[in-house]
């Protein structure tokens, strides 16, 4: 294996460690506490564990957390009653609605509603047209948490050939504008593009956000690329016992770690990042809120 792995948690660790000492000042000099609003709707374990997570690792960081449970039966209505009365509530500066919704609600229309200095996921179609034209907005934070570790091993991403794989609006979209942002030559693929691995086989910096486990081979890498894997995937692990499963990134790790120069692996890497720029978000939010200059230091080093 002769690729640097690039640890996400370990990076995680310290921008949370950042944004708690940048809460505490906030709080010192200025009397301002962020909050951080999660809603869940429904019994999603995986959305459950989430919105655990987020909420533990707010307070820890010395911020004020909202959570609001609601039943999977819980009307449109009644959620969009839900995110105005957030929207007005002074204490909260963030607001994080999470998604998978229940199939009778809207969710497009639920973040439509959502005030889009609030809007720390970064989802609401006025922040995507700020990252879209180069605005001050809020930028979604698993792309964000994507750039942070490729800018740890890159010293320059200018000109660079980079390749999306994947072309959400959560990830891949606003992938690939943080990518033109930094001067990168862009391309977004997904699964309809012809001779996909040629495409991969092109890029300096190949992010993976297809959805599908180990669709992106060894021999699909550049030698020396750096290769962050988006992807989580949870997959059959007979070799653990019977029923047990484990968890895999959108591309082949051992295959790529042979090729690539650096890479992200799964669990363990762009998924803590996730959270971590989630909370730097938030603090975002608040500062520019209430006018305050947004610390510029958050997510580097």
């Not at 091993?153 to 999306?164: F, I, Q, Y």
Request: proline share 6%; with cysteine.
């Amino acid at each position: 294996m002769g690729a640097r792995i690039i640890d996400g948690k370990a990076r995680a660790v310290r921008i949370r460690e950042k944004v708690a000492a940048e809460v505490a000042r906030l709080g010192a000099d200025h009397g301002l506490v962020p909050g951080l609003a999660v809603v869940l709707v429904g019994e999603d374990p995986a959305s459950q564990v989430y919105v655990r997570n987020k909420a533990r690792q707010t307070a820890e960081s010395g911020m004020r957390s909202f959570e609001h449970r609601l039943p999977g039966a819980t009307s449109e209505k009644e959620l969009l009653d839900l995110v105005a009365r957030l929207n007005a509530d002074s204490a909260v500066h963030g607001i994080l609605v999470q998604l998978p919704l229940p199939a009778h609600i809207d969710a497009a229309r639920v973040i439509d509603a959502i005030d889009p200095d609030k809007d720390v996921d970064g989802f609401h179609v006025v922040n995507a047209g700020r990252l879209m034209v180069g605005f001050e907005g809020m930028v979604p934070c698993t792309p964000l948490g994507c750039l942070v570790l490729l800018r740890d091993v890159m010293d320059d991403v200018s000109g660079a050939e980079a390749v999306v794989v994947g072309r959400s609006n959560i990830v891949g979209k606003p992938m690939a504008q943080l990518l033109l942002r930094e001067n990168a030559t862009v391309t977004i693929a997904h699964s309809r593009t012809r001779d996909l691995p040629a495409v991969c086989r092109r890029a300096d910096i190949l992010v993976a956000a297809v959805g599908r486990p180990e669709m992106i081979r060894g021999d699909w890498i550049k030698p020396g690329a750096v290769v962050i894997d988006v992807g989580i995937n949870r997959v059959p692990a007979p070799e653990r016992g019977e029923g047990k499963s484990r968890l895999v990134g959108d591309v082949a790790f051992a295959e790529a770690a042979e090729v690539a120069g650096a890479i992200t692996p799964v669990p363990g890497g762009v998924g803590p990042m996730t959270i971590a720029c989630l909370l730097a978000n938030t603090v975002t939010a608040a500062c520019r809120i209430h006018g305050l200059p947004v610390p510029a230091d958050l997510l580097s080093g």
